[in-house]
């Protein structure tokens, strides 16, 4: 593909750009950063791979599929690195914005741990009976299809309560020990394993936050080198485990660390590139365009399909556009949030949507993570930052999904917070204050000492 070395030249210019000139205003779980780890895993990674011969494009040697085409790739390249410029500018936007501000105090509701505590003791062991249960294969005949998938649900209850329990009372040995027995079973499950990634992007950011950090630090970064080697068979490892062939599951994990392997997974794991270039196009065939209907689906999700069969779904925008030759709807591909804005409001996407959302996100994360700790807006944000790649890959609702109906608990704890009398508010210092993000208690107490 001689063809894609502007565009990739291009491409790691506008991320080398970027990361020069922002670098100092971002950190670990700023917007800009999950947003670019997601622009060069997705599109920077796979091109280069692309670029280089060691890939094929999508669809290759399938038998009646439409091979993604270079020009479909070129095209998607540049204009994903349009909308990089845009999440850009809207950052820089919102850090100007914030600066101007910066020597007003900030109204913020302090988190409750009363409210944390009863979230915790009602709906930690209805949690995790549910996530066994369910694990042992013997809910779906009880109770019927239909429940099951709302089952599902309160069975990831567990991890959004630990959470919401470990940033209200830091790292205690008992949550420790009760995150450790979820996310070991959520580890070898065999399916789902954003269910493992995300709550340590959340454990993560709070680690680092409650220690003034921005950056991870060596054992952090081992970890996560660690986690990245393993994490493409997990899903094996998981499969084995449950079918009691441990022999295969330490083959698996082993293997993991096999770098001259050559048959590590990669079909669907680093194609994200190829399966947004061909929805372009799709979405080009397509009759006519959404105008955000896309988004409207939220609206009726907790609406049980059972009560209602005929309700939207959050993919028919892909049934619609899929065709015999590119069947995303059946393939169970993604499009991106960047093919959903082009469906949606046609180029003007690529320039509208990147930059709202840089400047929305990142708003609300310099008003949650210049104050104290034990605020609700710095715990929502976090709910919100770990959902972030799982968002900017598969589409907008992601958002809404993955921090509302994946992690109830936050929603709980966000609605008894906002419930008056529930829980006090705080006049915080001016983010300029060098003790922006010291309680006033803990103020006091150094004045005295």
Known sequence: MDSLLPYLIADVLVVATVIILL?????????????????????????????????????????????????????????????????ALAVWAAHLRFDAQAQRPTVRRVLSPNIAKAIGFLCLPVGFYYFFALKGGYIELEYG?????YLQTVAL???????????????????????????????????????????????????LQSRRLRWPTWPLLLAAVLIGLVFPRLKYIGQAVQAGDNQEALAQFTESFAFASKDKEEASSEDFLDQYAGALSLADSNDRKFWGSTYVAIITLPIPRAWWPNKPGLADHVQEISTSGRNYAQEGRIITYLAESY?????AGF???????GYVLTRYCLHAATGPMRRLSRYIYLVVFMALVQTFRDGMLSIF?????????ALFALVLHLMPGFAKKSLDRPAADPLAGVEEEEIVARQLQ
């Open 23 to 87: 670098f100092r205003r971002m950190s670990f779980w700023h917007p800009l950063t999950a947003y670019l780890f997601f622009h060069v895993y997705s599109f920077t990674y796979r091109a280069t791979k692309l670029f280089a011969g060691s890939v094929k494009p999508l669809y290759t040697g399938i038998p009646n599929a439409e091979v993604i085409t270079p020009e479909e790739i070129n095209r998607a390249l540049l204009w994903a690195d349009i909308a990089l410029i845009m999440f």
């Open 145 to 149: 299809a239909a429940a099951t998938g």
């Open 157 to 207: 209850w567990p991890i959004g309560i630990i959470g919401l329990l470990v940033f209200t009372f830091g790292f205690r040995w008992y949550l420790v020990l009760l995150g450790g027995l979820f996310l070991g079973g959520v580890a070898l499950q065999g399916y789902h394993r954003f269910m493992l990634v995300l709550p340590l992007l959340f454990f993560a950011a709070y680690y």
């Open 343 to 347: 469906l949606n409001f046609g180029y």
């Open 351 to 357: 320039f509208l949507i990147p930059a709202l959302m």
């Open 401 to 409: 999904v993955f921090t509302l109906v994946h992690n109830m608990p």
